[in-house]
């Protein structure tokens, strides 16, 4: 029984991370159409990992490819994507550690408006402190336990944007500098292992190299469904000795 519970599990997750592939334009189409109620399945994970918007884009596209979810499904699915995309943005970086506070605001401060997107309104980072920014906040959330795929999906998008293309900031400071210099270089290796799994994106655009024990480690807590106090309680200590 349980391995077949765990083959489920495991034919969904791949189901879903080639529904966001297709929503992002990493993949034309899903190996398989999904039944109804792996349908409803998907619409759930999407709406855990707050990625109704993204996922239904995916919906869309597959349209093309005769794959249809449920009629009613669909409904839902767009009007949830409305409610959402009237929604506030992201809220402002919440460091926990004092020291890490600190050295973000100095480099902060050393590079000033240099970090930011000229003429973007409201004011954006640029990609590239973006994705410090992501990393950092994905490294807070992760600890609290309240990480989705959600930011796993903005690392892609936005390092498929830099192409490959590392920026030094005006202080003469580069993103793995940083994120060694933050203490998230481990995590930052497994996020990006990651983002390979779940997005298909080339490694070769990634700031450092993907760690597989690492992204293993994450993903497998990401996609969990109803872990035991113990399981908890051992991962929590496991998170703190990884990273």
Known sequence: MQTLFLSIHTKMQKLFFQLIQVSIGQLDCLDRGPSPEEWHMLYDLSKKHGLVTTCYDGVVRLF?????APQDLSIDWM??????SEQPGAVALVISNTLRRM???????RNGTSLYQRKSQPQQYTPGAGLIVRLLQAFEDFHQGTLTLNTVV???LLLREMDGKMPTFRDGSTIPQMLQTFGIW???QAIMWVTGEVTRLDERLMPCKASASGGRFVLDILM???VSLITRVKNRLLTMVRF
């Open 64 to 68: 093309d490819f005769g794959l249809r």
């Open 186 to 188: 481990r995590f930052s």
């Open 103 to 109: 050295l973000f605001d100095r480099w902060v401060a």
């Open 79 to 84: 009007a949830e994507t409305e409610t959402e």
């Open 224 to 226: 969990a469904e109803k």
């Open 154 to 156: 903005d690392c892609c």
